[in-house]
């Protein structure tokens, strides 16, 4: 493949040829940073594990040079945290069983600039090359600034190609802000109780993040049991650990800005909180 990145690569962890490795992929992460795909989408990843039908691919939209650092890493350069992450993220796809894992490589300033379209260009031959019937990306109501960006470059990227290249599904998963906010039956929810050792292994082989200072490997598998626990206050648990996402496809497929179609969401919940209370004042 081509990208307008000079830095991009895309490993297959399995040796297939390329061309193998991409045309297999059912299901598409396209993530800001090194563990975002393991921190927010071990529901899908865990779906298509061991599967002969389904395969998880992984992007990696930024170099992850900004990232906070302590310890042993305390004095690392960008450049060598670049490095890195992107080894942490090989051995997260070999571990994970990915179809592959691509890594764009861009700076978060790159991603961020809305005039810059070599990032939508490039997702946009991913997809194109895959073909993958779900995507996933981060959500709209999410606090970190590149996240939010990579998803609006994302569905950028799907709105423009031929409806024959589109997926069918796309989701927004959770990392800097989670979607517990949401009413119950806008979540589309992902059991991530299965594997729990591949969960703990997929986080675990962050270093650079885990000993640098964020205890990502907990705080994803917490929340995750959290999820789970919460979900209903009146119903016995169906599950251990739960994800949640939201259905972005009519987004997609529409015009509709960002702020607008997230804003729906909020609406309700603000609503759900209002009657509820005015139920018993």
């Known amino acids: 493949m081509k990208f307008n990145s000079s830095v991009a690569e895309v490993f297959i962890p399995d040796d297939e040829k390329q061309e193998k490795g991409l045309s297999r992929t059912t299901d598409l992460c396209i993530a800001a940073h090194q563990d975002d795909i393991e921190i927010m989408a071990f529901g899908p990843t865990v779906k298509c594990y061991g599967q002969a039908d389904k395969w998880f691919a992984g992007v990696v939209v930024t170099d992850g040079a900004g990232s906070p650092r302590s310890g042993v ?3 690392y350069t960008d450049e060598q945290m670049k490095q890195v992450r992107i080894v942490e993220q090989k051995h997260a796809a070999s571990i994970g069983g990915y179809s592959a894992q691509f890594f764009l490589g861009y700076k978060s ?5 809305g005039k810059n379209f070599k990032t939508v260009e490039d997702i946009a031959a991913i997809i194109r090359e895959c073909r993958p019937e779900f995507v996933y990306t981060h ?3 999410d606090k970190h600034d590149t996240h939010v960006a990579v998803a609006l470059r994302t569905i950028a990227a799907i709105r423009s190609l031929p409806a024959e290249f589109k997926p069918k599904k796309v989701y927004s998963l959770e ?3 989670g979607l517990d906010w949401l009413c119950d039956e806008d979540k589309v929810c992902f059991d991530t109780s299965s594997h729990p050792n591949l ?8 270093d650079s993040q885990i000993a640098g200072g964020k205890r990502y490997d907990s ?6 049991l959290a999820n789970a626990t919460f979900f209903a206050s009146h119903d016995t648990d169906n599950c251990e650990s739960l994800s949640y996402g939201l259905d972005i496809t009519d987004l997609v497929n529409s015009e509709k800005d960002g702020f607008s179609f997230i804003n729906f969401y909020i609406d309700r919940m603000r609503d759900e909180v209002r009657d509820r209370l005015r139920r018993f004042e």
């Open 73 to 75: 890493y305390e004095q």
């Open 109 to 113: 300033s790159e991603v961020k600039d």
């Open 139 to 141: 959500n709209l109501a």
């Open 175 to 177: 990392v800097w802000r």
């Open 199 to 206: 969960a703990a292994a997929l986080l675990g082989v962050y």
């Open 219 to 224: 705080a994803a598998i917490g929340r995750r």
